[in-house]
């Protein structure tokens, strides 16, 4: 009967990694785990069901996120570097893998190549799950006989990326969550708390101040049918901006406006130049020619200007021009950028020279959302109070007035 068994093993460079194997006994994990050119630390019986990999949810648990691609491939290369060949590596990976979806996949690869294809036109068949720039570099690891190389190249790019989502999603979402709960807050005061004030005021009979007067309109108006309106017209807004956003003309404005954004607007630079010099230094690190790899890493850097910049590049090279000479031409490629591969394209190493500009990019992404974090926080929290704080003094405005008016010496009653 098949256990499932939770292990703890150590890799080649002696780090400590956990997972899940599904097998007949502990021995038979041992002897893939050595397959895989792990050492044994401790096997021992887990639990009966796995979550991940027993119950699927639809959309949500069958996703294939970049995590899991990169862990494939760092083990996909191990065991390639251990000497198995490329059909049982696979294998044994169908059998560890725990998402559905890319167990599957890995399932219809390795059938693929036992019919003769090429892994990298077996991965190919799968643009969701393996990009373009994961094939090429594939197909350029198969000619060159380093696919192990290759494939650890990938991982560590993926899980840099990885890495790098993680950064930018942390400096947004605080700012979402504060202005998601002022909403909420704000939401909750004008349907329940004012329309209490209404009433008073109105068994007073008296004119109420300006800001009491909007306050109680917003509070009328969302605490009617019109409420729903406003939702389904914000729903409205927000399908059409995504719709006009995937456009070419969408994206190319949106682009250009995000990099004009004050603050946002050089870190999202950061973001698409990090991109655009650690994908082009992985792939002409592997062999990749420059006019491929130019093009590869258009469709890569997730910014329309800076990716219209590498496509001119193309054009420049073409001619016979420096990639450095041609960059420079486009204002949203910084200096610094041009100069190092100038630097490289001298010496024979605008490979590494990429790499070393990406690294530079990644600790300045690092450091603005830190930077981003440590002043926004502050920011919010007055935003959050200054929202609340004008409702209420609207709100109490006219009891002011009535204390005024019953004080000696004030006018008489309204």
């Known amino acids: 009967m098949t256990t499932t068994y939770d ?39 887990g639990s009966a069901i796995n979550l991940r990999g027993d119950v699927q949810i639809p959309g949500l648990t069958d996703r294939v996120g970049l995590k899991d691609v990169a862990m494939v491939s760092r083990q996909l290369a191990t065991m390639i570097q251990a000497g198995l060949p490329l059909i049982r590596s696979l294998s044994v990976l169908v059998e560890q893998v725990q998402t559905k979806k890319l167990r599957d996949t890995i399932v219809e690869i390795r059938a693929d190549i036992e019919k003769g294809t090429s892994f ?10 393996f990009p373009p720039i994961y094939v090429s570099m594939v197909r350029a690891g198969e000619a060159s006989g380093q696919l192990d190389l290759v494939l650890e190249k990938l991982a560590t790019r993926l899980e840099k990326q990885v890495e790098l989502r993680g950064k930018v999603r942390s400096a947004f979402t605080y700012p979402i969550v504060v202005v998601c709960v002022v909403v909420v807050i704000v939401t909750a005061m004008m349907i329940f708390v004012v329309p209490t004030f209404k009433r008073l005021y109105s068994s007073l009979h008296g004119s109420l101040p300006l800001p009491t007067r909007i306050v ?32 070419a003309k969408g994206e190319e404005l949106w682009d250009r406006f995000k990099l004009r954004v004050p603050v946002f607007g050089k870190l999202s630079l950061k973001i698409a130049i990090s991109r655009f ?6 792939l002409l690190q592997s062999g990749i020619g420059i006019i491929e790899a130019l093009d590869i890493t258009a469709d890569n850097v997730g910014n329309w200007v800076v990716a219209a910049a590498a496509r001119g590049a193309q054009d ?3 001619e016979g021009r420096s990639l450095a000479q041609t960059l ?49 926080e502050p920011a919010l929290i007055v935003f959050m109070g200054a929202c609340v704080g004008m409702i209420v003094v609207s709100l109490y405005l006219p009891m002011f007035d009535y204390v005024k008016l019953l004080q000696p010496g004030g006018a008489a009653g309204p």
């Open 7 to 45: 292990y703890k093993v150590r890799d080649q460079a002696g780090k400590l990694l956990k997972g899940r194997l599904d097998a007949d006994s502990v021995t038979l994990v041992a002897t893939r785990l050595r397959d895989m050119g792990y050492l044994p630390v401790e096997i021992r019986p």
């Open 328 to 376: 420079a031409q486009y204002p949203v490629i910084p200096t610094m950028v041009t100069q190092m591969i100038e630097t490289g394209e001298e010496s024979g190493t605008v490979g590494d020279m990429l790499g070393r500009v990406a690294t530079f990019y990644d600790n300045e992404i690092d450091a603005t959302v830190n930077s981003l974090t440590s002043l926004l």
């Open 216 to 247: 109680i309109k917003i509070s009328n108006v969302l605490a009617s049918f019109w409420l729903l309106a406003v939702i389904g017209a914000v729903i409205a807004l927000v399908a059409a901006f995504v719709a006009w956003k995937r456009t």
């Open 120 to 129: 990298s036109s077996a991965l190919e068949k799968h643009p969701k799950i």
């Open 277 to 282: 010099a650690s994908t082009l230094s992985v």
């Open 316 to 318: 420049g090279v073409r």
